[in-house]
């Protein structure tokens, strides 16, 4: 079905099906988060077993390499897609179950290193499910609207994506802990995914059967420039190559292309801050605020709105000012707002300033970071859509994500066991520390020129093979 419009796609009531699913399994995704953030944080008062559950989501990404788009490719779409809801339900009934009858609701004072077993047993479960249908969801989208809705379609899903995570972490979490307790969020999890299972079930079975590159398109449409940019974003999602592979793979477009390097290095330095943010916020809100660590959203809801805000302001000052400039101003913005958040607490003793300014300080900082973010994050992925023909486009962001999950490892552990030793606010300013390092790698280097627009440049490639 050619779709060249966003009406076009929202026309499509399959489409809006795997919409609808999309949207109610990310809130549950969401909702279930803060649980886990917030319950691992009680149990332990640990800031390193935070960064191991942010881990934990990562380590399949590396584990499982081809994996799920392989299982994708030879059973088919619809089958992985409402597989993975039933065991996303399943899990979700499983582990309110489990909080009620054998931890008692996991109230206050109930700690249990068994618990946090479980939790992290049922996050590494939730993340494996999720790997599978995340190929299953991208390769459904151009079954159900065409590789000419498929650009529209990604869109209206990363608008989602945004919302689900403002209303599932920030908003939904907090109040459903407050009036229901800690497994009411696992049983709204159950019932999300449970809906996107009855969703998923919907779907047209033959339609979303096995894989099987364009058949079905016009010849004369999977041959257009356009629509190979469009199958490389489809192979990126699909995963199909091993770890080390994207590594490979990834490098070669950009080993001779200097700015594209630095947007790929700012864009994987904007991840890791976020995962740092969820590893560090609950402790942060204990030590430097004060206050108990189930108020987490004091500092995630001012910084998911800025993050809205930054969505929509980046890209005007990226064509105002150019995006590496833009990226540069971000990554400036994201260590000063961490910088500001290490001496709020020191400052604010020292200047003796009440614990209410403190936590109005806390929230403009914390906007800060969250705007920073997104004009180091809309920039950047600007630059690799731009400066190479649009066949390369999938080996690039399957090269970013791949050097994002190498990185988030490591640098989850040693900040996780460094606010555990020295504190939260020593934490914060390596934080920034690192960010102004990842920042400044090769940005002294001379950029290459940059590609006309609409005519993306063919980067060499390079035969060595090496990697960050």
Request: one cysteine or more; proline letters at 6%.
């Amino acid at each position: 079905m050619p779709a060249n419009s966003y009406q076009a796609v929202l026309r499509s009531p399959r489409f809006l099906q795997l919409w609808g699913a999309q949207f109610l399994g990310q809130i549950s995704q969401n909702v279930v988060n803060f649980a886990l953030i917030v319950l691992v944080n009680v149990q332990t008062g640990s800031t390193l077993a935070g960064g191991v559950l942010v881990i934990l989501f990562s380590v399949p990404a590396i584990v499982l390499g081809p994996l799920p788009g392989m299982l994708v490719d030879r059973v088919g779409r619809w089958w992985v897609l409402w597989l993975s809801n039933l065991l996303r339900t399943l899990l979700g009934l499983g582990m309110g179950l489990a909080l009620v009858f054998i931890y008692h609701g996991a109230a206050q004072g109930s700690a249990s290193g068994s618990l946090v077993i479980w939790l992290y047993l049922f996050s590494l479960s939730l993340s494996i499910s999720t790997r599978f249908y995340m190929p299953a969801e991208a390769t459904a989208i151009p079954s159900l609207v065409g590789l000419g809705g498929l650009t529209h379609g990604l869109a209206l899903f990363g608008i989602t994506f945004v919302v689900a995570e403002a209303l599932g972490l920030i908003v939904l979490g907090p109040i459903l802990h407050l009036a229901f307790g800690w497994p009411s969020l696992f049983y709204v999890c159950m019932a999300g995914f449970g809906l996107a299972l009855l969703l998923s079930l919907l779907l047209p079975r033959r339609q979303l059967g096995a894989y099987q590159g364009a058949e079905g398109e016009p010849l004369d449409l999977a041959a257009a420039t356009q629509d190979a940019a469009l199958l490389a974003t489809l192979e990126a999602g699909k995963t199909r190559q091993s770890f080390w592979q994207q590594l490979k793979e990834g490098w070669r477009p950009i080993a001779q292309d200097r700015e594209m390097l630095i947007a790929v290095v700012r864009l994987s330095l904007a991840g890791v801050v976020i995962a740092l943010v969820s590893e560090l916020a609950p402790n942060f809100v204990v030590q430097v605020l004060r206050r108990p660590a189930d108020e987490i959203s004091l500092v995630l809801a001012p910084a998911g709105v800025a993050l809205i805000v930054g969505a929509m302001i980046a890209p005007r000052l990226a064509r105002k000012m150019g995006s590496l400039p833009a990226a540069g101003l971000g990554v400036n913005g994201v260590v000063l707002a961490v910088v500001l958040l290490a001496l709020n607490r020191p400052l604010g003793d020292f200047l003796r300033l009440p614990d209410g300014l403190i936590i109005a300080l806390a929230v403009a900082e914390a906007s800060l970071l969250g705007f920073a973010l997104n004009l180091i994050s809309v920039p950047c992925q600007a630059i690799m859509q731009e400066r190479v023909l649009p066949r390369l486009r999938g080996s690039i962001v399957a090269f970013q994500q791949a050097i994002f999950n190498l990185a988030a490892v490591p640098i989850l552990l040693v900040i996780g066991l460094l606010a555990d030793d020295l504190g939260i606010p020593w934490a914060l300013l390596a934080v920034a520390i690192i960010s102004l390092m990842a920042a400044r790698l090769y940005a002294g280097a001379k950029p290459g020129p940059t590609a006309p627009q609409g005519q993306p440049a063919q980067v060499a490639p390079s035969t060595d093979g090496v990697t960050l």
